[in-house]
C-alpha cells in the first residue's frame, strides 16, 4: 500500500482493496510496431496476429486484427495458383490494415494518457452514440 500511495499519490481510494491484495507487482511493457513496417516477402514462411503487428491495446483491435490475418491469409492460400503469391497478396492487404490500424491505436494512446485524457475519451464515445444514431435514423 505505501508503494501505491507514493506513486500513485492522488488516486481515488477505489483503487486501494485491489493493491492492497496484491502480493506482488510485475510492470509489463507495451511493444508496438512501426506503422509502416514491412518486410520482403518469403516464398514459405510469414506472420500473422501480434507476431506481425504487435500494437497497444487502445483500440481494442488486436483479435480483430489476428483474426482477419487467418482468414485472408487462408483465402489467398485457396485461390493463388502458388504459396509464394498467395503470402504476398496477404502481405500486402495486412501492411496496409496494419498501418492504419496502428496510427488509430497510437492516437488514441496519446489521448487515453493525455492530461485531458477524461473529457476526450468521454466526448470519443458520445461522437459514436451519435454516428449510431444518425446511421438508424
Ligand atoms: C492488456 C491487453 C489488453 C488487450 N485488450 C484487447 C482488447 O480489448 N481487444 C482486442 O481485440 N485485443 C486486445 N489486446 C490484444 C490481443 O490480446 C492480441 O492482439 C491478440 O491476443 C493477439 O493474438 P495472437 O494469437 O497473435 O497472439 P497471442 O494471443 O499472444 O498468442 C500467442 C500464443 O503463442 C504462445 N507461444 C509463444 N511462444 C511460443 C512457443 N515458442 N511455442 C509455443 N507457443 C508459444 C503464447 O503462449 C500464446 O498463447 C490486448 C492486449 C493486451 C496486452
Known amino acids: ?3 501505491f500511495h507514493t ?5 481515488s481510494k477505489l483503487w ?3 493493491f492492497a491484495k496484491a502480493t506482488s ?3 509489463r511493457p507495451l511493444l508496438v510496431c512501426p506503422a509502416d513496417q514491412r518486410w520482403d516477402s518469403k516464398p514459405n514462411a510469414t506472420l500473422i496476429g501480434d507476431a506481425a503487428h504487435v500494437m497497444p491495446p487502445y483500440a ?3 483479435v ?3 483474426m482477419l490475418d487467418a482468414l485472408v491469409l487462408s483465402r489467398a492460400l485457396l485461390s493463388a495458383t502458388d504459396i509464394a503469391s498467395a503470402i504476398a497478396s496477404y502481405e ?3 501492411f496496409a490494415r496494419m498501418q492504419h490500424m496502428t ?3 497510437m492516437s488514441n494512446t496519446e489521448m487515453f494518457y493525455a492530461p485531458d485524457a477524461s473529457e476526450r475519451v468521454v466526448n470519443m464515445f458520445r461522437s459514436f452514440a451519435g454516428a449510431a444514431a444518425v446511421t438508424s435514423a
Not at 506513486?7 to 488516486?11: K, M, P, S, T, V
Open 60 to 62: 481494442g483491435e488486436g
Open 1 to 3: 500500500m505505501a508503494w
Open 25 to 27: 507487482m510485475v510492470w
Open 64 to 66: 480483430n486484427m489476428a
Open 103 to 105: 496510427e488509430d491505436t
Open 16 to 18: 486501494e482493496p485491489l
Open 92 to 94: 500486402a492487404e495486412m
Open 7 to 11: 506513486n500513485f499519490a492522488g488516486w
